[in-house]
């Protein structure tokens, strides 16, 4: 069935740096959604492409798409202790309403 | 900024009670959504509705589950005779515009069921 897969699973780096997930899926979406989740909290959104937009900004975010290679980065630049928790993206598919979340990629920002 | 309300934000139940999880999804969205996420797993799907009826249930939405907007602001999950396997975060959600603003989550109700 549909569903992103993250990678990696996990990661650590020093405030300051950058931070790359990515999200590979399988077959054609609708649009892509990216959710940030704080330990034992709700989810946030983040931001969402089409399938037909290919990038988009939102402050420290960077998304990207290619729809050929069927996968999406988010990049936070800058990172922030603050940063910490939890990246999902979540896969939006024509003629049905649900969304499809990966199993997230835990990102742990060291101060 | 407007926001989803989840009721309560924690609850033990005794397994084959029923429990309602409440939801005040924001005012103006139309499309409202169940998710649950089951400890370490990942976010499922459970049902949406729309128009005051259901558009679209998983596999995982059986006779169990029911879902109701009793008003203009409410929207509930009802789970009736409840299992172990209940226990999870269930998370309401609602959308106005879905393709260009996504959706908005709620913080989520802690279910469990011993």
């Known amino acids: 069935s549909q569903q992103g897969e993250e990678d990696p699973q996990a990661l650590s780096i020093q405030e300051g740096e950058n931070a790359t997930m990515n999200c590979s899926y399988k077959?054609?979406?609708?649009?892509l959604q990216w959710y940030r989740q704080n330990s034992g909290r709700g989810l946030v959104h983040l931001i969402l492409?089409?399938?037909?937009?290919r990038e988009k900004h939102s402050g420290r975010l960077r998304v990207t798409l290619d729809t050929s290679k069927k996968s999406s980065s988010l990049l936070i630049t800058a990172s922030r202790a603050a940063d910490t928790a939890s990246y999902f993206c979540?896969?939006?598919?024509?003629?049905?309403?649900?969304?499809?979340f990966g199993t997230g990629t835990r990102l742990t920002i060291i101060p | 900024e407007p926001e989803v309300t989840q009721t309560p934000s924690h609850q033990v139940t005794q397994m084959g009670q029923e429990v309602i999880l409440r939801c005040v999804p924001i005012?103006?969205?139309?499309?409202f959504y169940w998710y649950r996420q089951i400890l370490g797993q990942k976010v499922e799907f459970l049902v949406s509705?729309?128009?005051?009826?259901?558009?679209?249930k998983s596999e995982i939405f059986d006779d169990q589950f029911s879902v109701e907007r009793p008003d203009g602001s409410n929207f509930t999950l009802k789970i009736r005779s409840t299992k172990l396997e209940d226990s999870a975060m269930y998370f309401c959600?609602?959308?106005?515009?879905?393709?260009?603003?996504?959706?908005?989550f709620g913080s989520g109700t802690r279910l469990t069921v011993v």
């Open positions: 509705f729309y128009n005051n009826e259901i558009s679209e």
């Open positions: 077959t054609s979406i609708n649009n």
């Open positions: 959600a609602s959308s106005g515009d879905r393709e260009i603003y996504g959706y908005t």
């Open positions: 005012s103006n969205h139309l499309y």
């Open positions: 979540a896969l939006s598919n024509f003629g049905n309403e649900k969304l499809t």
């Open positions: 492409i089409r399938s037909n937009e």
